[in-house]
């Protein structure tokens, strides 16, 4: 989920050992982990338990696509910028942890579309999550990591690009459970979550700012556009919400890490979404995520070219005072030179009888 391009070339320790391809942090890394192994686990009980309608080839069709992108794009993104692959350098453990965002968002995308039977139509979605990485990519710290959101972008692609397309019905989370576990399910899904985003991703400010501003927004909506209050609040029981609550809307890769700028980019994303609802367009949670995650981009752009100018304007003023401090030292060295020497006078003396001497010079 998280990109990087090459760093900016700095002087190199002789006896420094040479660093590891990895990008990740520890902690970051086994969230992927986990998440990968969460949502393979769930994959397997959704075609088995829980009735998943798309075919059962799909999900793998979905893993060779993401994995040979992934690795063929990485590949020519090191030739190009001079770096070993980042898949590199440690061994199979390296390559299944490179691949754990590629894993993610095949599984997600598969399992959270519906684009009847056209696979060609998911597996473009893929190849647009997957590959916007690479495009789609803002300055943050000094190197380039991508802003959007990537699963989410290859959904909504789908949506927008394939009007016939449709998200996966709800229904299908909990088609073949009945009785406790209808709640069991997304209990199971909250604690997990919950647990993965306060102690690994530390989204937990995120997750506070999208739930507080979701009730805020079906209230809003409630009282200006007659909608059913409780039926907006509603949405928030279902398991679908749930899951993009815990795992879709708080990737760490494309959203702040900062606490409240967590809060305020769950809170964008709720209100961006009350928004397009009430303009009676579908599939609002897409969309709206999307929509916030482009203005971060173009944030980021902004802070970027704001610093680079004033940057600018530093070394130009510092490039201004050396020329200056200069051209002041020239011009002071060159009066010196053209006043006469105070100090030292000729006299002139009148010879001593038989001395033979024309002139004296005194001080």
């Excluded at 809307?249 to 900062?258: A, C, H, L, R």
């Amino acid at each position: 989920m998280l990109g990087t391009t090459k760093q900016p070339a700095v002087a190199a320790d002789p006896g420094a050992a040479a660093p590891k391809p990895g990008y990740h942090d520890p902690k970051v890394i086994t969230a992927l982990r986990r998440f990968a192994i969460s949502i393979s686990v769930f994959n397997i009980l959704g075609y088995t338990v829980f009735g998943f309608e798309q075919p059962w080839l799909w999900p793998l069709v979905a893993l060779a696509t993401a994995y040979s992108l992934e690795l063929g794009l990485e590949t020519l993104g090191g030739r190009i910028e001079g770096r070993p692959a980042r898949y590199l350098g440690n061994g199979v453990r390296g390559l299944v942890e490179f691949l754990f965002p590629a894993h993610i968002t095949a599984l997600a995308v598969n399992m959270l579309t519906f684009p009847n039977d056209q696979i060609l139509v998911m597996l473009f979605g893929v190849v647009i999550a997957v590959g916007a990485k690479w495009i789609l990519r803002a300055p943050v710290k000094g190197r380039l990591r991508h802003y959007m959101n990537p699963s989410n972008f290859g959904i909504a692609a789908i949506l927008v690009l394939f009007p016939w397309a449709s998200i996966a019905p709800p229904y299908q989370f909990t088609e073949y459970l009945h009785g406790p576990f209808d709640w069991v399910l997304p209990a199971v899904i909250v604690i997990s979550g919950t647990m993965l985003n306060a102690k690994l991703t530390n989204r937990m400010w995120l997750v506070s700012g999208w739930l507080l501003f979701f009730a805020l927004q079906a209230v809003l909506r409630g009282l200006f556009f007659d909608t059913a209050i409780l039926g907006a609040l509603g949405m928030m029981t279902g398991t679908a919400f749930v899951l993009f609550t815990n795992y879709m809307v708080t990737d760490p890769g494309t959203s702040p890490s900062k606490p409240w700028s967590q809060f305020l980019f769950g809170g964008g994303i709720a209100l961006a979404y009350g928004v397009i609802t009430a303009a009676h367009v579908a599939y609002g949670l897409f969309f709206a995520t999307a929509a916030v995650c482009l203005v971060r981009g173009l944030f980021l752009w902004g802070l970027h070219l704001v610093d680079k100018a004033r940057a600018q304007q530093a070394e130009q003023k510092r490039a201004e005072t050396e020329a200056r401090a200069v051209t002041e030292q020239e011009a002071a060295l060159q009066n010196a030179e053209a006043q006469p020497d105070e100090d030292l006078t000729v006299v002139p003396v009148r010879p001593a009888a038989g001395s033979g001497e024309g002139e004296r010079v005194a001080a």
